[in-house]
């Protein structure tokens, strides 16, 4: 089963980019779709973005259309959240997981990694 860690978090100003990554260990990462998603303290898991096995399609939340570009490099099993304009709505714990096709729900998703705590505040 694949293992996936994340990071590329951190503190940053409003308006401020990050990219986060999530390299991928184990099997077959290039055969299977990925996707980031998000929680903050008291809230629930949100969707962010998706990305299809071979990079030709995307997904986004509303909520970050326009802003975040998810990306993949199967032969360095790595996933790429290109995060702009960040908010601080924005803040939340990133994970990456794997899904058997392209989704916006986190029950299509599994192998979830531990997280990168992104924060945006002035």
């Known amino acids: 089963q694949v293992q996936l860690v994340e990071s590329g978090g951190g503190l940053v100003q409003p308006g401020a980019s990050l990219r986060l990554s999530c390299a991928a260990s184990?099997?077959?990462?290039?055969?299977?779709?990925m996707g980031w998603f998000r929680q903050a303290p008291g809230k629930e898991r949100e969707f962010v973005a998706a990305?299809?096995?071979?990079?030709?399609?995307?997904i986004y939340a509303d909520s970050v259309k326009g802003r975040f570009t998810i990306s993949r490099d199967n032969a360095k099993d790595t996933v790429y959240l290109q995060m702009n304009s960040l908010k601080p709505e924005d803040t939340a714990v990133y994970s990456c997981?794997?899904?058997?096709?392209?989704?916006?729900?986190?029950?299509?998703?599994?192998?979830w990694g531990q997280g990168t705590q992104v924060t945006v505040s002035s």
């Open positions: 990305i299809s096995s071979s990079g030709g399609r995307t």
């Open positions: 184990g099997r077959a990462f290039s055969r299977y779709p």
């Open positions: 997981a794997v899904a058997k096709i392209i989704s916006s729900r986190p029950s299509d998703f599994s192998a």
